[in-house]
């Protein structure tokens, strides 16, 4: 009599139970977007996909949790959807929770998902979580997160300065490359995580204070260093948003001077190579379209000028190759074979010569071109040079 009495009761569980299983059923029929308020009341949700669910919380201050629990484990399964998403302001304004544990479907945290939440003392976010809002909390200072070693929860933590607990190494990538949330990570044979400079298969990286790789420009102990899109660091010449650089074997930018392949090139203030005129410590150079230093006679722009062993341009009265030539101040060749006995135009006081004599409509008189220039006088750019 006992028994059957137990078997009725075991038969009528059943029955409630697949009624139960029923209704779960019945609740997936609810289409992308709709809201529900889980059966036991507690949670009030938004279905994300074909079995998937949100914390929903589409007023701001109006919380996704209706229950007073202190210590709150948040469910994988709502009603057999499974929660993968904590929206925003979830958890906003509830007052009396300590602690909240989320599960490890969840892998997104929401918009002021914990404001207002004085009480609040943990979060314990899973591995699972990748993306996390920039603002998850509000002023809260006795927050905490716990989460695992190499997780994007424990890279949150580091970068908005909340206090982190550690609870275990992350179990897919005990070594070795990590990406979480677009951002690369290393990991030692002792598996921690790895900061500072490493080399790894023969190529140097960086990782910064939260153990993200760096790539691009980076400034380290005063020396600037590039690293390229795979974190590489980058030396010799390298081509940076149509600029050149060069980088030494160590991978520290070069400045200044740099003979290269038998040639002469400058790299200035900020690394980037010189091309065309550049003037160094008050004397002028050129450099050609590949950065090169030119020297001897050179064509530039349609004039003539040239540049000693050195690449120094030269002005004034020079003497090459035993012949005497005339440069101005600028360095422009100026040619006298048969303009020597030009008249020029000079103030009393000036130390220019025109060709035009109402240039600057002043008082001229006359004198040749080859004694303005034996006396050093320089042309004028208004009607000589125009
Ligand atoms: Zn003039």
């Known amino acids: 009599m006992k028994r059957s009495f137990a078997l009725a009761l075991a038969a009528l569980f059943l029955f409630l139970l697949s009624v139960n299983s029923f209704s779960a059923q019945r609740k997936a029929e609810y289409g992308a977007g709709e809201l529900f308020v889980s059966e036991d009341g507690l949670w009030r949700c938004e279905i994300t996909g074909e079995s998937s669910v949100s914390l929903y919380s589409g007023i701001m201050n109006l919380s996704a949790y209706n229950g007073d629990e202190t210590v709150v484990k948040v469910p994988s399964k ?45 979060v314990v976010i899973p591995e699972s979580v990748t ?74 990286y960086y990782f910064d204070d939260s153990g993200i790789m760096k790539t691009g420009w980076k400034h380290l102990s005063g020396e600037w260093y590039f690293f390229d899109s795979t974190g590489a660091m980058q030396t010799g010449w390298k081509s940076i948003a149509k600029k050149w650089y060069f980088f030494n074997s160590g991978g ?89 006995q030009k008249i020029v135009y000079i103030t009393k006081t000036g130390n220019k010569y025109h060709y035009d004599p109402t240039c600057g409509n002043r008082e001229y008189y006359t004198s040749t071109l080859s004694d303005a220039l034996r006396r050093g006088l320089t042309p004028c750019e208004k009607c000589v040079h125009a």
Not at 82 to 107: H, M, Q, W
Not at 156 to 163: E, L, P, R, S, T
Not at 275 to 297: E, I, P, R
Request: aromatic share 16%; with cysteine; hydrophobic share 35%.
């Open 78 to 122: 709502i009603d057999g959807y499974t929660l993968v998403s904590i929206g925003k302001y979830a958890f906003c304004d509830c007052e009396r929770i300590v602690n909240i544990v989320l599960p490890d479907t969840v892998k997104e945290i929401g918009l002021g998902a914990f404001n207002n939440c004085p009480s609040l003392l943990q």
């Open 131 to 204: 993306k996390i809002d920039e603002n998850i909390f509000d002023e809260q200072t006795s927050v905490k997160i716990a989460s695992v070693k190499g997780s994007a929860a424990q890279v949150y933590a580091k970068n908005h300065g909340i206090q982190f607990v550690e609870i275990g190494t992350s179990s897919k990538a005990k070594t070795g490359w990590k990406n979480v949330s677009g951002c690369w990570f290393y990991y030692n044979e002792d598996g921690s995580m790895q900061f500072g400079w490493k080399k790894i298969k023969g190529k140097w």
């Open 252 to 340: 520290k930018m070069r400045t200044g001077w740099l003979a290269s392949g038998g040639k002469w090139y400058y790299l200035k203030s900020d690394g980037a190579m010189a091309t065309g005129w550049q003037k160094v410590k008050d004397v002028w150079y050129f450099f050609n379209s590949k950065g090169a230093m030119l020297t001897g006679w050179q064509k530039i722009s349609n004039k003539w000028y040239y540049l000693d062993s050195g690449g120094k341009m030269l002005t004034g009265r020079q003497v090459i190759d035993g012949k005497v030539y005339y440069f101005d101040s600028q360095g422009r060749w100026i040619k006298l074979d048969k303009d020597s």
